[in-house]
């Protein structure tokens, strides 16, 4: 059985335009990765707060700036779209459009769930999979108004995935009770966007060098277990179970499929493992001066063969999630070889990156479901 997946685009830097041609982008990341010739420049030591520094104040708070920009116009567009004259065909567009946007900025800052993502438990409140569209329709008979009231709907029935579902399964309409629970769920998302900008503004402007030993300790076995974490989602949650837990002939229920964004969605999850994984640029940065990758890390303590296998199983899967999701019809076998090498990549995340780097791995459920 094959299904068919938008073309799409994997993003070098945070605000790559969705027209930029697949194979273009493609390109320019792995040529970006080839150009790192830690060979022939020094790569500097790091200390683990050099790591958490780069991490905050060049790869959580941009892309927290960036889910709270597109979060705040969320809620504009579905209150156009409750408020369009019928037909509302060009207002229902603009609200759709805004949803993709806010979910690939969140999957972007989310995949790897660190700091407040996990002690506020942000994925299970704005992007709790399956949603439940019983829970739907009886949160729209309840008409909650305001943080309070939405406060006491069940997760199941508000978040990203809700609102794709009054969106796209069941579109609501200008007017009804069920478009002014969507301008809800959309502030209730806008709210908990802005409250993780904060706290992740509070990271960034952390003195790391200074920092008690213990909380850099601490914020490194983190990095470390919720970067072999997402793998893991993306592996199996993302991928592999929808396709066991399909009936024959029957589609798997991919994530975000209602909209047509499963592939993007796959996208925007492996370039945030990416990026924290291998250096996608061409020289290592100074200490303090950018972000600084499990790989470069590792070099800079000298630890060249382990970042050697880092950096071949991440080429490899970024190989396979490229021959997945460039096709407009991959089929099963190509989804079971993805997920393959995100197990492969995980092994060696627990079995050579974490030794080597004396993090100990664990498992949080804090944010999976």
């Not at 995980?346 to 080597?356: C, F, I, M, N, T």
């Amino acid at each position: 059985m094959k299904f068919s997946l938008p073309v799409f685009s994997i993003p070098c830097a945070p605000r790559v335009r969705p027209a930029l041609m697949l194979a273009v982008s493609l390109l320019a990341c792995g040529s970006a990765m080839a150009q790192a010739n830690w060979a022939k420049v020094a790569v500097p030591a790091y200390a683990p707060d050099n790591i958490l520094q780069g991490l905050h104040q060049h790869w959580t708070l941009p892309r927290a700036d960036d889910f709270a920009r597109e979060a705040q116009a969320l809620p504009v567009t579905v209150k156009a779209l409750c408020n369009a004259s019928p037909p509302a065909g060009e207002a229902q567009s603009a609200a759709r459009v805004q949803w993709q946007a806010t979910t690939r900025a969140w999957e972007r800052l989310s995949t790897v769930a660190v700091g407040p993502l996990i002690t506020r438990r942000s994925q299970r409140q704005i992007d709790f999979s399956p949603t439940r569209p019983a829970l739907i329709d009886k949160a729209i008979r309840a008409a909650p108004q305001g943080p309070a009231a939405m406060e006491r709907v069940g997760t199941p029935a508000k978040g990203l995935p809700a609102l794709e579902w009054l969106l796209w399964t069941q579109p609501v309409a200008p007017g009804s009770a069920a478009c002014a629970y969507a301008q809800e769920v959309a502030l209730d998302v806008e709210r908990e966007a802005l409250a993780l900008q904060h706290d992740f503004k509070a990271l960034a402007a952390t003195d790391w060098p200074n920092a008690e030993p213990e909380i850099v300790i601490a914020g490194m076995g983190e990095l470390v277990n919720q970067w072999v974490g997402g793998l893991e989602r993306l592996r199996w949650a993302q991928m592999e179970k929808p396709l066991r837990a399909a009936k024959p002939r029957e589609a798997p229920e991919w994530p975000r499929a209602a909209s047509g964004q499963t592939a993007q969605s796959w996208a925007n999850q492996w370039e945030a493992l990416r990026s924290l994984g291998v250096l996608t640029g061409q020289e290592a940065p100074l200490p303090g001066q950018g972000l600084v990758p499990l790989e470069t890390y590792l070099r800079g303590k000298g630890l060249n063969p382990v970042a050697d296998a880092l950096l071949a199983a991440t080429r490899q899967t970024d190989l396979r999630i490229r021959n997945l999701t460039a096709s407009r019809a991959p089929g099963h076998p190509q989804v079971l070889d993805a997920a393959r090498s995100l197990a492969s990549l995980k092994r060696v995340a627990e079995g050579k990156v974490a030794p080597a780097l004396d993090i100990s791995m664990g498992f949080s459920d804090a944010d999976g479901d």
